[in-house]
T-cell receptor, first 114, second 117 residues
Framework: SQQGEEDPQALSIQEGENATMNCSYK?????LQWYRQNSGRGLVHLIL?????REKHSGRLRVTLDTSKKSSSLLITASRAADTASYFC??????????????FGKGTKLSVIP | GAGVSQSPSNKVTEKGKDVELRCDPISGHTALYWYRQSLGQGLEFLIYFQGNSAPDKSGLPSDRFSAERTGGSVSTLTIQRTQQEDSAVYLC???????????????FGEGSWLTVV
């Protein structure tokens, strides 16, 4: 079952604008990660935020985590055409068979128009 | 190697045939994961290997799916008697040791795109 759900499913913005994507999850977590995927191929890790952290920055990326609401947001500032991709949040969830697995939402498809 | 390597990149197979997908993880990574991604969907966990421990197979969708990891490195995902619903991108990933709960990053390969016709 899906642990994380991203919102919106698709987002189209002009270059230079900020893009905000949200993620909600269901069960308690140790950490939450955001990934980027170009053209349906491999995922690239962007940023990890631990459950005891509330905000984290990396370059033009800002991630927030609200464990009371079981939600996270990813903000990309001053967007560029090269930011066009799908963005996924992933949380670690116990698989029930002895290990923790990253469970992914369906992603937000971001289009940045030059 | 520099990254997670998967082969083949693309595979078209006839319904009912068996396929093998290969993953070569990053050197030194003891944890290896297989995920499946159908068109427009998120990633679905299939199986997880950690060192010499028994693999977590809880995500395998049917007994037509199996995977092995030889010598703690290269892994092969085998799909027997393929069906059209098996068409998807199969992504392999690796990480250091017990990656997730301790916050280690998982590194993904470029995936193997399987099309069953």
């Amino acid at each position: 079952s899906q642990q994380g759900e991203e919102d919106p499913q698709a987002l189209s913005i002009q270059e230079g604008e900020n893009a905000t994507m949200n993620c909600s999850y269901k069960t308690s977590i140790n950490n939450l990660q955001w990934y980027r995927q170009n053209s349906g191929r491999g995922l690239v890790h962007l940023i990890l935020i631990r459950s005891n952290e509330r905000e984290k920055h990396s370059g033009r990326l800002r991630v927030t985590l609200d464990t009371s609401k079981k939600s996270s947001s990813l903000l990309i500032t001053a967007s560029r055409a090269a930011d066009t991709a799908s963005y996924f949040c992933a949380t670690d969830a116990y698989s029930g068979a002895g290990s923790y697995q990253l469970t992914f939402g369906k992603g937000t498809k971001l289009s940045v128009i030059p | 190697g520099a990254g997670v390597s998967q082969s083949p990149s693309n595979k078209v197979t006839e319904k009912g045939k068996d396929v093998e997908l290969r993953c070569d993880p990053i050197s030194g990574h003891t944890a290896l994961y297989w995920y499946r991604q159908s068109l427009g969907q998120g990633l679905e966990f299939l199986i997880y290997f950690q060192g010499n421990s028994a693999p977590d197979k809880s995500g395998l969708p049917s007994d037509r799916f199996s995977a092995e990891r030889t010598g703690g490195s290269v892994s092969t995902l085998t799909i027997q008697r393929t069906q059209q619903e098996d068409s998807a991108v199969y992504l392999c990933a690796s990480s250091l040791a017990e990656g997730l709960a301790s916050g280690n990053t998982i590194y993904f390969g470029e995936g193997s795109w399987l099309t069953v016709v």
